[in-house]
């Protein structure tokens, strides 16, 4: 995070909320996340830890004065406590696109961004890599669309698939005062 901190442009959402163009976006980190190699959890203490740590995520959204709209989540696991909270969960971790509605928010997963470099995706099999672009409209801003971009790292096309978002129902939010 520090070393994206310091690029132009870039806001690091480590637990905080910033407002961009309109839009609340809060940022979780991974609960999990950890530089050490010896780090030993199977998959099954991996998806009970990072949904437990959802719950409190839920609960510090459900007090949020002002509602959210985006929740940027590395794992969307951590929020699926915040389905009805938030109208749009952004998330990656498992390098392949989704999408999935729960209780009113929508879930976009996205796919692999490329962070570690091409080569980490040919490495055993080649993964796409991809990136979702986001489209809003209205006052207030509202996801009408998004774009899939995906690159094969080994033939180098590059695809576009855009989605168009019916319209939503409101997810409720705090009550006002």
Do not use: N
């Not at 099954?44 to 007090?63: N, P, S, T, W």
């Not at 993964?127 to 672009?133: D, N, T, Y």
């Not at 698939?161 to 319209?167: A, I, K, T, Y």
């Amino acid at each position: 995070g520090a070393r994206i901190g310091v690029l132009p442009g870039a806001t690091v959402l480590d637990g905080t909320t910033v407002e961009v163009e309109g839009l609340r976006i809060h940022g979780a980190p991974h609960p999990l996340f950890t530089p050490d190699p010896g780090f030993d959890l199977d998959d099954e203490e991996i998806a009970a830890a990072v949904r437990e740590a959802g719950v409190a995520l839920a609960e510090d959204l459900a007090g949020e004065e002002e509602p959210i709209d985006i929740l940027a989540v590395h794992d969307d696991r951590v929020a699926e406590a915040s389905a009805g909270l938030v109208p749009l969960v952004l998330s990656g971790h498992f390098h392949e696109f989704g999408e999935t509605e729960r209780e009113g928010t929508l879930f976009l997963r996205s796919a692999s961004t490329g962070g570690g470099g091409l080569d980490t995706f040919t490495a055993v099999e080649p993964i796409p890599l991809g990136a979702e672009i986001l489209y809003f409209d209205g006052t207030p801003p509202e996801l009408v669309a998004f774009d899939r971009v995906s690159l094969d790292p080994e033939t180098r096309d590059i695809t576009v698939d855009r989605q168009l978002v019916e319209p939503a129902e409101p997810v409720p939010g705090p009550s006002p005062s």
